[in-house]
């Protein structure tokens, strides 16, 4: 029976870690413990194990207890292996009023699991997440580093079919919305260029 190599920092990651690390006063290492975990994670192919958590505690010269702490304490970080595809829902109440509970549906039916799990082609994993800080976009799907926003169950299910068809999805507002603003356009301060340039 073989054992899987020990963890250990690709080149490019230790110089990412060592990049966080001078961010912080002499004595202070520890306060980089949030963004070597998130590396970490990516390097391990999108969780963390035990081992890693130590690696993590005896690189930043921590109790292994106080890694675990942070690393239990905040959803970004999973304990067990993810898809390809990471499906967040927001199912706080700006996304719930917004219809974050058709999303939550649609992303069941298409890919056939429940929340937490990962479909048997591990492409995908879905989970419901608090607060994306996106709320005026809401209803709004993270899916690995990028948001889809003003989703209805129909786009969350175009974006889905996209992403296990390995095309490009443009992410951000669904709507033709740009970033936040408002829909329909600018509603205020439409004369303002006008008005400065006879200033």
Request: net charge negative; charged share 20%; aromatic share 4%.
């Given at each position: 029976m073989t054992t899987a190599p020990a963890f250990v920092w690709t080149a490019e990651n230790e110089a990412a870690a060592q990049k966080h690390i001078a961010k912080y006063p002499a004595g202070r290492q520890q306060s980089a413990v949030m963004?070597?975990?998130?590396?970490?994670?990516?390097?391990?192919?999108?969780?963390?194990?035990?081992?890693?958590?130590?690696?993590?505690?005896?690189?930043?010269?921590?109790?292994?207890?106080?890694?675990?702490?942070?690393?239990t304490f905040y959803t970004m970080y999973n304990h067990k292996p993810i898809g390809k595809h990471h499906v967040q829902v927001c199912g706080t109440t700006p996304c719930w009023l917004r219809g974050s509970d058709d999303i939550i549906a649609a992303c069941k039916k298409k890919l056939g699991v429940e929340m937490g799990q990962t479909t048997e082609d591990g492409m995908f994993t879905l989970s419901e997440v608090e607060c994306a800080g996106a709320c005026v976009n809401a209803p709004v799907v993270a899916i690995n580093d990028d948001y889809y926003e003003d989703l209805t169950a129909d786009s969350i299910t175009q974006i889905l079919d996209a992403l296990a068809n390995g095309k490009d999805v443009k992410a951000g507002p669904q709507v033709g919305r740009q970033t936040s603003a408002p829909l329909g356009g600018v509603t205020t301060l439409k004369d303002f260029a006008s008005e400065?340039?006879?200033a």
């Open positions: 963004p070597l975990l998130d590396i970490a994670q990516r390097q391990n192919g999108g969780h963390l194990t035990l081992e890693i958590m130590e690696y993590i505690a005896d690189y930043l010269d921590m109790a292994p207890i106080k890694v675990q702490e942070v690393a400065g340039e006879g």
